[in-house]
């Protein structure tokens, strides 16, 4: 029997503008089992985003439930949060936010740093997970000095690196050209299968939507069929 790993329930999120307010998503529930890839679709402006930053906890909803393995993560302080955060979700966003001044190698270690490892510690896996993205030979090159494409294969290494048991992506390919996307897809699916991770992606890409196991689409703030 398929064990489940997220559970969302009633989500909702409103922003205020002035006395306006913005309901953005207007009752959110759906479940993940353990090593699902799951593809989230709908129209910009339609909440993919907002619903994939509250499932990762950077945003915290208005009112609602995200349990991971039972537990509810917004029932965390701020420092527990953040904790649960890098030591239990990986992230790859459409832009691949590396550091510029430090290596491949050492971008790719950086979550793990943040846990308090020294590079030293972490510098061994780091360098496994370039050769598993197919970049051991661009390990001590700069993110200026790496393609697009090379750019964000690091950050799914990066994303990998504390053996998350999710992985939350956002348009991943959606600053690549259509060659570089289809291979990056084949390469976050293979990752998730061989490491065991279970993937939650937002992407208007309909070849990666083809990949994924099941699809929920949004349209004004609610899942529909």
Known sequence: MSKKIIEVSGIRKSYFVGDSELKVLRGIDFSI???EIIAIIGASGAGKSTLLHIVGTLDKPTAGNVL??????????DEGIAKFRNQQIGFVFQFHHLLPEFTAAENVAMPSLIT???????????MDLLAE???SDR???RP???SGGEQQRVAVARALINNPKVILADEPSGNLDSTNAEALHRLLLDLCRNHRTTFLIATHNDHLTGLADRVL???DGV???
């Open 33 to 35: 089992d353990e090593g």
């Open 68 to 77: 991971y393995d039972g537990q509810d993560v917004f029932g965390l302080s």
């Open 116 to 126: 308090g490892l020294r590079l030293p510690e972490t510098r061994g896996r780091a």
């Open 133 to 135: 993205v197919g970049l």
């Open 139 to 141: 390990a001590e090159h």
């Open 144 to 146: 200026s000095e790496l």
């Open 217 to 219: 689409k949004i349209q």
């Open 223 to 225: 899942l529909v069929n």
